[in-house]
Every structure is written in structure tokens, then in C-alpha cells.
């Protein structure tokens, strides 16, 4: 029996996939539940697995944008597997079947690993980045397939004048008549390279927000003190009992919320003639990763402790890195922060994510010399300083809500035990 394997309904606003990666080859065995495609949507990757045990049958190609609902390959429950297997010769005798064990298989070369194989989106990156040419590459993963690390590994030898891919001549060495050193050129190259589907979306709602969208951001900075004395002296505490580091976000989702309860316009919205105020807090954490930015969303995280809010982020950013990321992780937010911070930046002016009205965004902590207020009088002390900026909508939201909503996060984060007393 031959069943079909279309593209599964990934959200209510995707009409459309790309062919990402076929992990399984047209004509190999499969198991049922064992993952045989990747697809990229605008949102995020999702896995397809096969529905029964068979023999696969791939009908689109790797790279190909495909409706949803579109059937793009047959799991043959009756069928023979043909991919990998070697057809038998016309001599089958004894002796040669003799001699065909006691003598050593000769290694292939890396262009037959891979000639006929289709390199994931990562591994394509590499070699097109680098202009190197996959047939010199030795493939190292299953069944001599690419990975990511032998095209990188390739690419490391190319710079340093050495044969692309694991073991291409290893162990070999051989005599070559000196040649001079060719001409070295000063012409800069460029690669074109098509955008992936994660990609395109993310530029197309980066465009529409700032066309859309009256985009302002206000500033300012946050002595950081007492939040990091609270993480200094309860980090090992926190992580014996919750297996997870105690970081800063949490402090921040929370100190952001109790700023929204009085804010409210920084956590609604615009649609169309309407506004639309939201009294649940889900929050958009910004996630960097290989394939483009991504925002996870702690969903009512005003319910949420602050172990509960590290413990989310850390089970999307191993997500994130796995490529495992749903399309629900990413829907439904309500306010998003992001942190420039953990790249080095010290300002900069975070773009919304629509259709949300606010962003937060984090900066680097650097030791700044500030004045400061104390028994004896004023001071100049040197402190952990942050710049913080919130972008936001000002057809909902107006300046004095802006700096206000700005000004409760600094009083929160400088002075946590509002946060426990809710003032």
C-alpha cells in the first residue's frame, strides 16, 4: 500500500513551505516515525515523519517552495529498498567471492561520497560561502553525507593552502616538482545566494513594520547593583535547586510586566480602527540563531516565577539550537525583549515585532562612573550601567506613557524588592 506525505497545516498564516532537507534518499527503507524531511516555513523548521514503515519515494526536490496540503513523496509499505545497495556482478564464483573477502575494499574517493548527494541548507552554506566544490570534500556522516563540520573543516584547509575534507590524502604523501607560487590577485569576489524562507519573512515583516508602524524609541540606564548582588549571592543556590543558571532575564521579564499592569498600551495593540488592549502578559524573548532572528513566547509569564521564566528560556534556546523551534513557540506574544547585550552592543534602537506596539531592549553592562546619593552627600561612584531602550508605536502609545513604562523597569531592576511588594 503507497501512502502520501503532503505538507502538514504548520499555522494559520502560512500558505506555503520550502523543501529544506530530505534526511531520508528516495528509495531507502524508512520506519514509521522516523523523521524524513525537514521543512522551512517563514516561522520556523518543522519535521515530517513517515506515516508507516517503507520504502520512500521523494517527488520534489530540495530547495522547492511547496504549498501546503501539496503531496511531496510515497512511503510504499510493499516496496524493495534500492538506495544504497550494490547490484551483483556476472562474476559470482567461488574464487571471486574468495578473493572479495580476504582483500582489503578499497577506499572511494571523496567524489564518489559525494556526487549524488543533496547537501543540507548548512553544509551548502559553507561550501558556497567558500567557494569550495563538494566533490573534494570527504564526506564523514552517514552513508559518506557531508556534514557541516567536514565542509568546515575543508573550508579551514582551503585558507591555509591544504586538500578540502576529512582524510582527502591522509596518510599519503607524495612527490610534486617545486612550482613557483602563483600570482597572488586583489580582486574581491561576490556569491549570490538565495534568501532562505525564514529569511524573507523576517525582512518583509522588518519592511512592513517600519512602513506601518510610528516607530520611536526613548532611553535610559539602570544601575545595576542590586540585581547582580542578589545573583552573586543566590547563583549556586539557584542552580543546585532548579538545574539552570539565574541570569538577568528573569529580572527583566518581571520587571517589564509589573511596568505593562500600569502601562497597558505598551502591551496592546492596533487593528485596524481599534485598539486592543491585552490583559495577559506573553512575552517575546529574542533568540539569535543560524537561520535569522527568532522570538520564542513565554506565555503568561505574569503567573510564572523567576526560575519558571529561566527555565523557559533555557528550554528555547536549546530548541532554537536543535532547530526544534514550533511555530506555537513563536505566536501569540504580546511584548518582546530583546538583548543586544549579550553581543557587545552598548545602544542601539530594537525595530518592532509586529503586530506588538513595544520592545525592550537590553544593552552591555560596563562599569561607568556615575553620581550618586549617600548619607554624606553626593558622590561619584563607579557602578554597573546599562542603557536600555524601548521602541514603540506612537499611534497607541504617546511619550509620557513611553517614559514612564522606561522609568517603572529602572526603579524594578534597582531596587528588586519592589517587585515582591508590588509598588
Known amino acids: 500500500m503507497k501512502t502520501e506525505i503532503k505538507v502538514p497545516a504548520v499555522g494559520e498564516s502560512i500558505s506555503e513551505a520550502t523543501i529544506g532537507e530530505w534526511t531520508k534518499k528516495s528509495g531507502e527503507f524508512v520506519k514509521r516515525d522516523e523523521i524524513i524531511l525537514l521543512l522551512e516555513t517563514d516561522k520556523a523548521s518543522v519535521e515530517v515523519v513517515a506515516p508507516s514503515d517503507g520504502v520512500l519515494t521523494t517527488m520534489v526536490d530540495q530547495g522547492t517552495v511547496v504549498k501546503i496540503g501539496a503531496t511531496v513523496a510515497m512511503v510504499d509499505t510493499a516496496g524493495v529498498a534500492t538506495a544504497g545497495i550494490q547490484q551483483p556482478t556476472k562474476n559470482t564464483d567461488a574464487t571471486a567471492v574468495s578473493a572479495a573477502a580476504t582483500v582489503p575494499a578499497k577506499v572511494p574517493a571523496a567524489a564518489n561520497f559525494a556526487a549524488d548527494q543533496v547537501l543540507s541548507p548548512a553544509v551548502r552554506r559553507v561550501v558556497d560561502e567558500n567557494a569550495l566544490n563538494a566533490k573534494d570534500i570527504r564526506g564523514t556522516g552517514k552513508d559518506g553525507r557531508i556534514t557541516k563540520y567536514d ?8 585558507t591555509q593552502g591544504g586538500v578540502g575534507g576529512l582524510g582527502a590524502t591522509a596518510g599519503l604523501q607524495t612527490v610534486s616538482p617545486v612550482t613557483p607560487p602563483a600570482p597572488r590577485t586583489t580582486a574581491v569576489g561576490s556569491r549570490r ?6 529569511r524573507k ?19 535610559n540606564e539602570i544601575d545595576m547593583s542590586a540585581v547582580m548582588a542578589i545573583r552573586e549571592k543566590y547563583k549556586d543556590k539557584f542552580k543546585e535547586k532548579y538545574g539552570t543558571g539565574l541570569g538577568f532575564m528573569g529580572f527583566f521579564v518581571k520587571a517589564a510586566i509589573e511596568a505593562l499592569k500600569e502601562i497597558p498600551q505598551v502591551n496592546g495593540q492596533i487593528d485596524g480602527q481599534d485598539l486592543i488592549f491585552n490583559d495577559f502578559y506573553n512575552i517575546g524573548i529574542a533568540v539569535g540563531t543560524e537561520k535569522g532572528l527568532m522570538v520564542p513566547v513565554i ?3 505574569d503567573q ?15 530548541k532554537a539550537r536543535d532547530g526544534k523551534i514550533s511555530v506555537d513557540d513563536l505566536s501569540g506574544g504580546t511584548f518582546t525583549i530583546s538583548n543586544g547585550g549579550v553581543y557587545g552592543s552598548l545602544m542601539s534602537t530594537p525595530i518592532l515585532n509586529p503586530p506588538q506596539s513595544g520592545i525592550l531592549g537590553l544593552h552591555k553592562i560596563e562599569d561607568r562612573a556615575v553620581v550618586v546619593s549617600t548619607p554624606k552627600g553626593k558622590e561619584i561612584q563607579i557602578r554597573p550601567m546599562m542603557y536600555v531602550a524601548l521602541s514603540y508605536d506612537h499611534r497607541i502609545i504617546d511619550g509620557k506613557e513611553s517614559v514612564t513604562f522606561l522609568v517603572r523597569v529602572k526603579e524594578n531592576m534597582e531596587d528588586p524588592s519592589r517587585l515582591l511588594v508590588g509598588i
Open 299 to 301: 506565555r503568561h509569564a
Open 193 to 198: 545566494v538565495p534568501m532562505t524562507t525564514i
Open 304 to 318: 510564572m516565577s523567576i526560575a519558571e521564566i529561566e527555565l523557559a528560556i533555557k528550554n528555547f534556546a536549546g
Open 201 to 219: 519573512k523576517i525582512a518583509e515583516r522588518l519592511v512592513m513594520a517600519q512602513r506601518t508602524a510610528a516607530i520611536l524609541t526613548t532611553f
Open 151 to 158: 565542509a568546515e573543516l575543508a573550508a579551514q584547509s582551503k
